[in-house]
């Protein structure tokens, strides 16, 4: 199956609130329907829904801290799509579409330092853990563009 990105819109956004993980997952993933009001909000924030096919399956929100860093402050995969490789196909797909800002330098990605997958899943991409954030709560990685 196709995996695309997509904007979000009238016809996607309520299958795009709908979208889970798992119980064991909640605690490292925002409601993807906050996430989406935040973007309301905030028109530089980019909303994309992970498609599979023509079935959204997964949810990315990046956000443009200055013309050279761009942070993802949101990304996942429903738990029934997910270990399918649709987020390894997503997240290669995010990360050229943000690269299309030739002054972008810096992808930044926080996550739950106790997530297991985070680590190994962000560094097979050239994720460097830099530490954890100002709030000391999340582990911060960074991509280097240029």
């Known amino acids: 199956m196709e995996i695309t990105l997509k904007a979000l819109n009238l016809d996607n956004y309520e299958e795009v609130c709908d979208l889970s993980v ?3 997952q909640e605690d490292y993933v925002a409601e993807n329907m906050w996430s989406i009001v935040e973007s309301k909000y905030h028109p530089s924030y ?19 801290e200055t ?7 949101r990304f996942m995969v429903d738990e029934k799509y997910q270990k399918q490789g649709i987020g390894r196909k997503a997240l290669h797909l995010a990360i050229e579409e943000m690269r299309e800002n030739k002054e972008l330098e810096v992808i930044e990605i926080c996550y739950n330092p106790e997530n297991p997958v985070a680590y190994n899943f962000y560094a097979s991409f ?15 990685a960074v991509l280097r563009i240029r």
């Open 22 to 24: 798992s119980k064991e």
């Open 46 to 64: 980019e909303t994309r829904a992970i498609y599979s096919g023509d079935k959204p399956v997964g949810f990315f929100m990046w956000v443009p």
């Open 67 to 73: 013309t050279t860093k761009t942070s993802i402050w």
């Open 126 to 140: 050239g994720f460097k853990e830099m530490g954890l954030d100002e709030d000391g709560d999340d582990m911060l």
